[in-house]
């Protein structure tokens, strides 16, 4: 049985980029976005994009760690500071 049968209902290991947006909550365009501009991990085989599951979960993984270190480190107030200046 795979690890993630129960992942939200997706069994394969490899998600559609539809199935990617639905998991993530953002429109299939943003997720084709994305994609496109190399900022969501994916294969393309043939003219097929699928999105690794693992690669999937470790990018929102880093996601949520870059936003956590962004407030931790106060980048928010030193941007704002930077463009005051």
């Known amino acids: 049985m795979n690890d993630h049968a129960s992942y939200d209902g997706y069994e394969s290991d490899l998600l559609t980029v539809p199935e990617t947006a639905k998991l993530l909550r953002i429109s299939r365009n943003l997720a084709y976005e994305l994609v496109a501009r190399q900022q969501?991990?994916?294969?393309r085989l043939g003219r097929v994009i699928r999105v690794p599951r693992t690669s999937l979960d470790a990018w929102i993984a880093s996601q949520a760690a870059s936003r956590v270190a962004d407030a931790a480190l106060g980048s928010e107030s030193g941007s704002r500071q930077q463009r005051l200046m």
Request: charged residues 0%.
């Open 40 to 43: 969501l991990p994916s294969v």
